[in-house]
């Protein structure tokens, strides 16, 4: 297979196609709104000290220029400071965030009209200069604020408009002098204003990308979720597979050891077999035998109602039933009246010895018994079980706190 031939289902972004207007649906709009905030939003505490000092710069320049000039300056000056200091506030406070582009958006304007009104008002042969302000507001949103491009092209317009009005009625400066602002005004904002969109174009691509592969990861955890539940569940019974009781049993011990707060107050194991399960499967047959599993395994299923409790096959006819925060007592109930539903099913078994229907022996052990782990707690649980067997089966048996095997039927 060659490099060509290689199959890449994962975007990178140059797969992605965009319309020139920029716009998604509605409801991706919204999100890449939320996705370009925050991007900018970290910037924008850089981009606004920078505005402040070079407005304090451009008031130390003004005063050397003249008094008279910082006199007409200094009220616009310490306004745009103002709002500066405003949106600084905005971008420390998350919560606040939303309001963060339509404050520059007003900076901006600040910055624009407060040099429009000052070529207008001020006598002076380099009044002129002030007019710069506008294509210097659009070069900051469109650069240093990174505002949405449909916003910043608005505003430049507006903006531009404002600047044409005032040196049309702006008589200190000459018709030359007007032209040479003008372009080079319309230069600086044409070049700002491509470089928003195609820098826009590619921000937006990646949130595109982005948004789709974090679709795969969700599809991909899905399925990793089903491949999970399908190595941990017994298909016939439904119960969790031993693999999946051993991992469940071992986060218990593991929770309960560490004093996690999510950790039960004790855990209580119940492990039960039917009663001559050979004989049944020679007697009535395997696919009988496995009608019979599931008959059996559905009464402890429907028994369980904890969130951390479960059923699980162990292997073959054995079970085992893991309660949490159950009392020693309220589990050896548990086991008595699951004993005695699964008699009453009232399956035939005719090569039983004990009874002629299906009938169960359980062991039961519990946490506080001193049990280390849970092999271990499944250990005494396979004693106390064994002990049942011996006694005649059809019974439960557990395992008391002393090491003790005790029959309760």
Request: hydrophobic share 45%; proline share 4%; aromatic share 8%.
């Amino acid at each position: 297979m060659t490099a060509n031939q290689i199959h890449n289902p994962l975007p990178s972004g140059n797969d992605i196609r965009l319309p020139w207007h920029l716009r998604l649906p509605v409801s991706l709009e919204q999100d890449f709104r939320f996705y370009s905030r925050n991007s900018a939003a970290g910037a924008a505490s850089s981009a606004l000290l920078l505005i402040a000092l070079l407005l304090v710069c451009a008031m130390l320049v003004e005063s050397l220029v003249g008094s008279d000039v910082l006199l007409q300056t200094w009220r616009p000056r310490l306004f745009t400071l103002m709002v500066t200091g405003g949106c600084l506030m905005l971008c420390q406070q998350p919560r606040w965030r939303e309001w963060l582009q339509p404050a520059l958006l007003v900076l901006s304007f600040t910055l624009s009209l407060s040099g429009v009104y000052l070529g207008m008002a001020i006598d002076h042969p380099l009044s002129y200069v002030f007019f710069l302000q506008t294509p210097l507001a659009v070069v900051m949103l469109s650069t240093l604020f990174r505002l949405p491009f449909h916003s910043t092209v608005v505003s430049a317009l507006l903006m531009t408009g404002a600047m044409l009005a005032g040196l049309y009625f702006s008589k200190e400066s000459t018709p030359f002098e007007h032209a040479t602002l003008i372009m080079l005004s319309m230069a600086f904002i044409s070049m700002s204003l491509f470089g928003q969109y195609v820098y826009e174009r590619l921000l937006r691509k990646h949130f595109l990308s982005e948004h789709v592969l974090y679709q795969h990861r969700d599809e991909l955890h899905s399925a990793n979720q089903v491949l999970e539940s399908q190595a941990t569940v017994d298909g016939m019974t439904g119960c969790i597979n031993r693999r999946g009781m051993e991992a469940r049993l071992n986060h218990l011990y593991h929770l309960l050891k560490q004093q996690n707060p999510d950790a039960p107050e004790r855990v209580c194991l119940l492990l039960f077999d039917i009663d001559f399960f050979k004989q049944y499967n020679d007697t009535y047959g395997h696919p009988a035998g496995d009608e019979c599993l599931k008959k059996v395994s559905a009464v402890p299923l429907a028994m369980v109602q904890a969130e951390k409790d479960f059923v699980a096959r162990y292997g073959g006819e054995e079970f085992v039933i893991v309660l949490t925060d159950s009392s020693f007592n309220d589990a050896l109930v548990f086991a008595e009246r699951m004993r005695n539903r699964v008699e009453q099913l009232g399956l035939p078994h005719s090569g039983s010895r004990v009874n002629q229907v299906v009938t169960i022996s359980i062991g039961v052990s519990s946490s506080d018994g001193g049990a280390e782990n849970g092999g271990a707690l499944l250990k005494q649980a396979d004693e106390a079980l064994y002990q049942a067997k011996g006694a005649g089966r059809n019974r439960v048996a557990m395992m008391n706190h002393q090491g003790a095997v005790e029959m309760l039927t």
